[in-house]
C-alpha cells in the first residue's frame, strides 16, 4: 500500500507570494491533516479535514486554507507568505481523526 | 489551552543502554496517546500507541508506560542502537479531535 504522498517536496518562495501544497493520503484514509514543523514550536496543528469538510482547526491565520477533494487528495494553500512561515509542512491521513496518523516526508517551504 | 510537554529536549545514551523518555500532557480527557520517531529529513513514523484503559503496552524493543493520575507518558527503548538516533515525539488525542504534539526529544545514541 502506497504511503502519504506530498509534492513538491521542496519550494522557494519570496514574500508576499502565495504557495500551494498537494497530498495523497493513503487508499482508504478519509481523514487528511496538515501540521507545521518548525525547530522551535514542533508540530502545530494547522487542519484536518474529513470526507471534503473541514472538521478540525488549530490556531492560525486566515492566510492558511485547505481543502480536500472527492478522492481524499487535499491541498492548502498560503496567501500573502511571510519570513515567518519558513516550515516543514506536514500531511498525514489516519481512518479518523485523533488516532492513529501516518505522515508524508512533507514538504520544506523556504520564504525569503 | 492543552499541550503536551517533553521533560528534556535532549537525552544521550550509550549504544546497549534502556532509554527513557518523559512526555507530561494536561488534558485529563485524552484518551489516546502515541509516539513517533522522526529521522533527518523524514516525516514521523509511528512508533507505540496506547489507550486510556491501558497503563502499559509493549512493542518490539519498546514499550510506552501511561499514569493518568499525574498525566504522564514514557517511551522505554531496551537495547538502544544507533539507529534510534532521532527526534521523539509524544502526542495526545481524543476521537474526531486533533492529535496535539509535544515539542520532541532528541535521543543521541552513541557507539
Known amino acids: 500500500k502506497a504511503g502519504v504522498t506530498q509534492t513538491p517536496r521542496y519550494l522557494i518562495k519570496t514574500r508576499g507570494q502565495q504557495v500551494t501544497l498537494s497530498c495523497s493520503p493513503i487508499?482508504?484514509?478519509?481523514?487528511v491533516s496538515w501540521y507545521q514543523q518548525t525547530p522551535g514550536q514542533g508540530l502545530q496543528f494547522l487542519f484536518e479535514?474529513?470526507?471534503?469538510?473541514?472538521?478540525n482547526k488549530g490556531n492560525f491565520p486566515g492566510r492558511f486554507s485547505g481543502r480536500q477533494f472527492s478522492n481524499s487528495r487535499s491541498e492548502m494553500n498560503v496567501s500573502t507568505l511571510e519570513l515567518g512561515d519558513s516550515a516543514l509542512y506536514l500531511c498525514?491521513?489516519?481512518?479518523?481523526?485523533?488516532?492513529?496518523?501516518?505522515f508524508g516526508s512533507g514538504t520544506q517551504l523556504s520564504v525569503l | 489551552g492543552e499541550s503536551v510537554g517533553l521533560h528534556l529536549p535532549t537525552l544521550s545514551v550509550q549504544e546497549g543502554d534502556n532509554s527513557i523518555i518523559n512526555c507530561a500532557y494536561s488534558?485529563?480527557?485524552?484518551?489516546?496517546f502515541i509516539w513517533y520517531k522522526q529521522e533527518s529529513g523524514k516525516g514521523p513514523q509511528f512508533i507505540i500507541d496506547?489507550?486510556?484503559?491501558?497503563d502499559k503496552r509493549q512493542g518490539q524493543r519498546v514499550t510506552v508506560l501511561l499514569n493518568k493520575t499525574v498525566k504522564h507518558l514514557s517511551l522505554q527503548i531496551a537495547a538502544t542502537q544507533p539507529g534510534d538516533s532521532a527526534v521523539y515525539f509524544c502526542?495526545?488525542?481524543?476521537?474526531?479531535?486533533?492529535?496535539?504534539f509535544g515539542k520532541g526529544t532528541t535521543l543521541s545514541v552513541s557507539s
Open positions: 488534558n485529563s480527557a485524552s484518551d489516546y
Open positions: 487508499s482508504g484514509h478519509r481523514s
Open positions: 498525514a491521513s489516519s481512518l479518523e481523526a485523533g488516532r492513529k496518523l501516518f
Open positions: 496506547i489507550r486510556s484503559n491501558m
Open positions: 502526542a495526545e488525542g481524543q476521537a474526531g479531535t486533533a492529535l496535539i
Open positions: 479535514y474529513f470526507s471534503e469538510t473541514q472538521r
